[in-house]
């Protein structure tokens, strides 16, 4: 008789041989980014496909300026492995600004190895850097943004 493994009996994936690098995503990356988009988006029905060409507005939002959305690879000796897409917002009543995650995604081989934990990490840290409030998350979660101290501007 053969034995099968109960779900809880999975083997876990390996740790990373190393820690992958992540980066911002410029033009340059928009094929790339493009790619992973699609990958996470992946629909049986051919007709629900995403176009094959990043849309038009999507790559203004990323890379034309004023920048409105940030994306961050994370990748493996040059390979993307996953990343994070996320726009600015707003925090009312306070007035500050948020980062508001729109997509995270680690391709299935990497999954399980802490990759989606550095991504938002990395999100968390870079909201903090860029002076927002908090971070929102696409589950509705809201991480604070520990930003540093600014001077305060006098009120005439």
């Known amino acids: 008789m053969i034995a099968l493994a109960s779900p809880t009996m999975r083997a876990r994936p390996a740790p990373l041989p190393v820690a992958p690098t992540l980066r911002r ?7 790339t980014l493009w790619a992973l988009c699609r ?3 992946a629909a049986p029905d051919p007709a629900q496909a995403l176009a094959a060409d990043m849309p038009l507005p999507l790559r203004e939002a990323l890379f034309d300026t004023p920048c409105r959305s940030w994306a961050w690879l994370a990748e493996v000796g040059g390979d993307a492995i996953g990343m994070i897409v996320a726009s600015a917002g707003l925090v009312l ?4 600004y948020c980062l508001s995650v729109d997509a ?3 391709r299935p081989a990497w999954r399980g190895r802490g990759v989606g934990t550095r991504l ?3 999100a968390l840290a870079m909201a903090a850097e860029m002076g927002c409030l908090q971070l929102r998350l696409g589950d509705g979660r809201v991480l604070e943004a520990v930003a540093p101290a600014r001077p305060r501007e006098a009120v005439p």
């Open 25 to 31: 995503a410029f033009g340059g990356d928009a094929r």
């Open 39 to 41: 990958e996470a988006a």
């Open 93 to 96: 009543p306070q007035g500050g």
């Open 104 to 106: 995270i995604y680690v």
């Open 120 to 122: 938002q990490a990395h």
